[in-house]
C-alpha cells in the first residue's frame, strides 16, 4: 500500500462510521457500488457536451500496468490482484510504447556489457526489434518446436 493510500485511508476511519465508505443515506452502512456517483458524473458531463469513455473498472488495469512498469512481477502481481494465474493478470496490464522502448534500451545496454556470438545476436534482435516493419516476432524456444511449426 502507497503512503498516499495509507494517508486516505487514515483519514476515512477516522470519522464515526466503521465504513472505509460509509452510506450517506443508510446510517450504519457501507456503500455497496461507487458506479451511481461514476454515472452521475458522466451524465452531468454530458450536458456540457463531454465525454467520460472509461468506467471504474478501468481503474485496476491502470493499476495492474503501473505496477508492472514499476518492475513489481507478474506472479506477486497476480496475488495482489486475487488471480490465481499469470495468464489472467496479463489481460490487465497494458504496457506504453515508452516503457516497451525503454525495456528495449536496458536490454540493448545489457547486449553491449556481453561478449562474442551473444553480444551479436543481441544486437541483432535489438535492431530487428527496434524497426517500425517488426510489427511482431515469432520466437520458438528451440529447434524442436520450430520444426512442429505452421511457418
Same mark, same amino acid.
Given at each position: 500500500?502507497?503512503?498516499?493510500? *495509507?494517508?486516505?485511508?487514515? %483519514? *476515512?476511519? #477516522? !470519522?464515526?462510521?466503521?465504513? =472505509? +465508505?460509509?452510506?450517506? *443515506?443508510k446510517a450504519g452502512k457501507s456503500v455497496g457500488r461507487l458506479n451511481h456517483a461514476h454515472d452521475r458524473l458522466v451524465e452531468a458531463a ?8 472509461? =468506467?471504474?473498472?478501468?481503474? &485496476?488495469?491502470t493499476f495492474a500496468t503501473r505496477m508492472a512498469q514499476a518492475g513489481i512481477d507478474l506472479a506477486t502481481l497476480a496475488a495482489i490482484l486475487?488471480?490465481?494465474?499469470? &495468464?489472467? =493478470? #496479463? ?21 553491449? &556489457? !556481453? !561478449?562474442?556470438?551473444? %553480444?551479436?545476436?543481441? %544486437? =541483432?534482435?535489438?535492431? @530487428? ?6 510489427? @511482431?516476432?515469432? @520466437? ?5 518446436? *520450430?520444426? &512442429?511449426?505452421? +511457418?
Amino acid at each position: 500500500m502507497t503512503s498516499e493510500t *495509507r494517508s486516505i485511508l487514515a %483519514q *476515512r476511519i #477516522q !470519522g464515526s462510521s466503521a465504513w =472505509v +465508505f460509509p452510506s450517506k *443515506r443508510k446510517a450504519g452502512k457501507s456503500v455497496g457500488r461507487l458506479n451511481h456517483a461514476h454515472d452521475r458524473l458522466v451524465e452531468a458531463a454530458a450536458k456540457d457536451n463531454v465525454t467520460i469513455k472509461w =468506467v471504474l473498472y478501468d481503474l &485496476r488495469h491502470t493499476f495492474a500496468t503501473r505496477m508492472a512498469q514499476a518492475g513489481i512481477d507478474l506472479a506477486t502481481l497476480a496475488a495482489i490482484l486475487g488471480h490465481s494465474s499469470i &495468464r489472467m =493478470v #496479463q489481460k490487465y496490464v497494458h504496457p506504453t510504447a515508452e516503457h516497451k522502448k525503454s525495456a528495449m534500451l536496458r536490454f540493448a545496454e545489457s547486449a553491449k &556489457r !556481453g !561478449g562474442g556470438e551473444e %553480444q551479436l545476436i543481441n %544486437q =541483432v534482435l535489438v535492431h @530487428f526489434l527496434s524497426t517500425p516493419e517488426a510489427k @511482431f516476432a515469432l @520466437f520458438w524456444p528451440n529447434e524442436a518446436h *520450430r520444426e &512442429r511449426s505452421q +511457418f
